[in-house]
Structure formats: structure tokens, C-alpha cells
């Protein structure tokens, strides 16, 4: 009896865990974190989880030990991994924007540009990346590892620092200034290189892909459905901003009072946010029975 096929999935541990897991449930996959255990359970027997640090995920997704994982394009270049990148997974949810890695030193110091860095201490968790960040602007600086509360370090225990910000307030509150952006980073989808070219892997990994990015598309979307009259349907299409051409159909029975070909049926995909200006322009254009939905995937 031949053994059953199984992707090896990586999940992120740590900031992306949640956040990942939620993404999954969108999509279709019932994850659960059983306590103290590094396996998580999906509701796909053809999947089998792992927890790994976003750290780690890219060099062992190289080493075959992962199929598939999810992991910052930081990660992926501080190992100089040699993986295949399936999807970009920026999404407006917490910890799946995009981050920047920057080089920064207490503000009042008399560091303005790299140059100003040289033969000066560098504290970072990416030497990698910082090393090459130097090296391209011709300076020569003691990197050096940081184990953690990097900010805290200038200018007693460093003369500057490479860190990961989103907003920039941990900087602000260690009283750091940025002069430069080292890298920018959003969450990516990777795949083994081998794995990649088997045919059944490759097949349950783009379906992964598919669900995965329908669920990314449709975050901050939602539906409209209106009734319009033939009249204003110009006027109302030209208002609606659309992520795709809207569908217009006749309604299947008559408004009491009219002919049937008068009304006509319009549905369409928009940002949330622009909903509470958008529904009061179509209701003054006419459109009636406005509906608002909310959207699960959108598959373009």
C-alpha cells in the first residue's frame, strides 16, 4: 500500500502565527494550535503543519525539511535562501503590512548619513543584511548581533542601529532617529524548489495560492447590489468605483406600477471605506433596495 501524499506546510511562530492562521480560516483551512505543541492541526489530511520562527522558515524551506511556508522577504534574504516565491501576502491586517528595516541613532548624534558610520559598532538581528547594506555604500562597520531591545542599544552598547519599524514608535520612544531605509519587507509565500516541480505538490500548492490570494483580495472589499432604473443607470455607473466591471441585469419581475425592462439589477465589488459616501450618491441617483455584503473571497 503506497503512503498517503502530504504537503509539508510552514507556519510562522510568533507575530505573523495569528494573523497567518486567520488568513488560512478565510481560505477555507480550520487550523488549531494545540497547547505546547509545535504541530498544529488542519482540517486537510493531505497537509501536515509545523510551527517554525519566520527567522528560521526560508533555510529550512531550502533544505526541504518545509514544502511551503510563509515567511518576511527580510528572512528569505538574510539566509540567501534559495527558494521559490509563490505570492506576495501584504494584506491590511496586523503584522501583514509592510515593515521596514532601518538604520537609525539617537537623536542629538552626529551620524547624518552612512558614511558618518565608519568603523563605528552596529547592532542589528540582520548582520546579513546590514553587511550588505554597508558594503554597497563603501563602509567599513563592526556588526554586530543583537539578541533583542536593539533600540535601547546607542549609543552606550552601539553607535547606531539596523531594526525592523511598521510605524516608527518604538523608535520615536527610545529617542532614535531614522537616516536611512535598509530594506523593506511583507510576508511571502515560498515553496521548496524541488518540491515545487512535483507535479501533485505543485498542484495542492497553487490551490493553496488561489485561496489564499482570494481572501487577501477580497480583505477591505465588499459587495453592492442595487436596483437601478434604466434611466440612471449611466449616471450610476459612472459614481461606482468599481474593481471590476459591474454586472447589470434585467430584474426577473416588474416594480409595481412600470415595465419591466425600466429596472435593472446592479452588483458590483468596492473598498468598505468608500461605502458611507458611495450609498447616499446612488440612493439621490435612484438606485433602490441597496444591499451591502460582505466578501469572502474574491477570485480574479
Known amino acids: 500500500m503506497s503512503k498517503p501524499k502530504v504537503l509539508k506546510l510552514g507556519l510562522p511562530k510568533g507575530s505573523l502565527q495569528e494573523t497567518t492562521a486567520s488568513l488560512f480560516r478565510k481560505a477555507g483551512y480550520n487550523i488549531n494550535f494545540p497547547s505546547r505543541s509545535y504541530y498544529p492541526k488542519i482540517d486537510d489530511e493531505e ?14 524551506v531550502e533544505q526541504g525539511v518545509m514544502d511551503l511556508g510563509i515567511t518576511g522577504i527580510d528572512w528569505v534574504t538574510e539566509n540567501k535562501a534559495k527558494v521559490k516565491e509563490l505570492a506576495d501576502l501584504q494584506a491590511p491586517w496586523p503584522n ?9 541613532v539617537k537623536e542629538g548624534s552626529p551620524f547624518r548619513t552612512p558614511k558618518d558610520l565608519q568603523g563605528k559598532r552596529i547592532a542589528t538581528e540582520v548582520v546579513g543584511i546590514a553587511a550588505q547594506y554597508f558594503k554597497k555604500h563603501g563602509v ?5 548581533f543583537s539578541w533583542g531591545a536593539t533600540e535601547v542599544k546607542p549609543p ?12 516608527g514608535s518604538s523608535l520615536r520612544a527610545n529617542n532614535l532617529k531614522v537616516i536611512d531605509t535598509v530594506l523593506e519587507s511583507t510576508p511571502r509565500l515560498i515553496a521548496n524548489r524541488e518540491a515545487y516541480q512535483d507535479p501533485w505538490k505543485r498542484e495542492k500548492m497553487e490551490n493553496i495560492l488561489l485561496m489564499l490570494r482570494g481572501t487577501i483580495t477580497a480583505a477591505g472589499r465588499v459587495g453592492l447590489m442595487m436596483n437601478v432604473p434604466l434611466s440612471r443607470l449611466d ?22 406600477g412600470t415595465k419591466k425592462e425600466e429596472w435593472v439589477d446592479v ?5 468598505e471605506r468608500t461605502v458611507r459616501d458611495l450609498i447616499p450618491k446612488l440612493s439621490a441617483l435612484g438606485a433602490k433596495g441597496i444591499v451591502e455584503f460582505p466578501l469572502n473571497k474574491v477570485v480574479e
Open 96 to 104: 501583514y503590512g509592510k515593515v521596514r528595516w532601518v538604520l537609525a
Open 235 to 256: 449616471a450610476v455607473l459612472a459614481v461606482l468605483p468599481a474593481l471590476g466591471t459591474p454586472t447589470v441585469a434585467p430584474l426577473a419581475k416588474a416594480k409595481s
Open 140 to 144: 567599513q562597520a563592526k556588526i554586530e
Open 156 to 167: 552606550v552598547l552601539a553607535d547606531a542601529i539596523v531594526d525592523v519599524t511598521e510605524t
Open 267 to 271: 452588483s458590483t465589488v468596492v473598498e
Open 47 to 60: 497537509i501536515e503543519c509545523i510551527l517554525i520562527r519566520a527567522q528560521e522558515m526560508a533555510r529550512y
